[in-house]
């Protein structure tokens, strides 16, 4: 049989494969698992992609090959994992804010071309300069600002409240200012 056809399996042949002498002990001999797999050619119900392949002494043919081999470690191990955000505006201190909180092991970095946090509002100083949408529906849902001075909030409010924020989730300890990403 050509090693890349698809071969059809019966069900029937799968559950009875389990209580196969060859398959119930504490190891599983590959090749068995690979004959068990081949030879199976009729009654079909279900279709796989068979794609036998010896890799590092091993046999894959299920549901095609593959160099993956299980880890041994614990499934509540948790690894690091290194992050980096591009911004300190409203995008990057909300994720400075959530990401540690809700990925455990993030090593997050914030990088942000500005000497602070607050993107546009940090940027812009033009007279006049403000939201036009209500500033109750311009912050974070979860430190809401509930003295904002004006309904439509000037720029240097904003920046204030978004620099307050990143104090207050420690965003700042996250952070790499004057620091200006050109390519990954
Ligand atoms: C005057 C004005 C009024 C506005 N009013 C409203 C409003 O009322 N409601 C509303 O929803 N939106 C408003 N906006 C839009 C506002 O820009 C967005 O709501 C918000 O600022 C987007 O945040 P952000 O973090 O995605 O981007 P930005 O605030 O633009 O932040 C991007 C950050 O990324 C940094 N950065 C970019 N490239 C790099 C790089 N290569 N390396 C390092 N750092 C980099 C920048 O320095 C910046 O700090 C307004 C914008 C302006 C200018």
Known sequence: ?????AVPIDAASISGSSSDSSMSGSSIDQNDYASSASSVSSGASLTFEQNAKEIDGYTT??????????????????RPLKVAVVGAGLSGLMAGALLPVKVPGIQLVIFDKNDDVGGTWHEHRYPGVRCDIPSHVYQSSFSPNTQWSEEYTTGPEIRRY????AKKYDVYSKLRLWTKVIGS
Do not use: K, V
């Open 1 to 5: 049989m050509n090693a890349n056809e």
């Open 61 to 78: 043919c299920y549901p095609h090959s593959t160099s993956f081999q299980l880890g041994e470690h614990a499934i509540d191990d948790i």
């Open 162 to 165: 978004w620099q307050d924020f």
